[in-house]
């Protein structure tokens, strides 16, 4: 079983940038791969951004594309950078582990296993 915990949420500005960060309770973390995903209000959840196992396969979303980046430490964390950040960027944001044994992470939320509780990032104008 494996626990996560996401941390870094916050208040901030619009333009400003936040890492998010996502510790696993295993020391395996490496065998899987981890995605980050955000609901915010009244919306559904969706795909942010993932890194596979090695960390050489890293997709994005559109609206991440350019100014998020995505990385882990090989220990038991990942994160998320964030910059230039807006007000539709305001969510919940929840790191997902998946142990599929696939080339590129999937965007799919029903293909990670175990999941967070969910930081709130509010950005405000």
């Known amino acids: 079983q494996v626990q996560l915990v996401e941390s870094g949420g916050g208040l901030v500005q619009v333009g400003d940038s936040l890492t998010l960060s996502c510790a696993a309770s295993?020391?395996?973390?490496?065998?899987?791969?981890v995605a980050w995903f955000r609901q915010g209000p009244g919306k559904e959840r969706e795909f942010v951004a993932a890194i596979s196992r090695t960390g050489d396969s890293t997709p994005f979303s559109d609206s991440a594309k350019g100014r998020f980046g995505i990385s882990r430490d090989y220990g038991k964390t990942v994160y998320l950078e964030m910059h230039r950040l807006n007000t539709e960027d305001t969510a919940t944001y929840y790191c997902?582990?998946?142990?599929?044994?696939?080339?590129?992470?999937?965007?799919?939320?029903?293909?990670?296993?175990?999941w967070g509780q969910g930081t709130q990032v509010t950005v405000s104008s």
């Open positions: 295993v020391r395996t973390f490496t065998i899987y791969d």
């Open positions: 997902a582990a998946g142990d599929r044994a696939v080339p590129t992470p999937s965007s799919a939320a029903s293909e990670y296993n175990y």
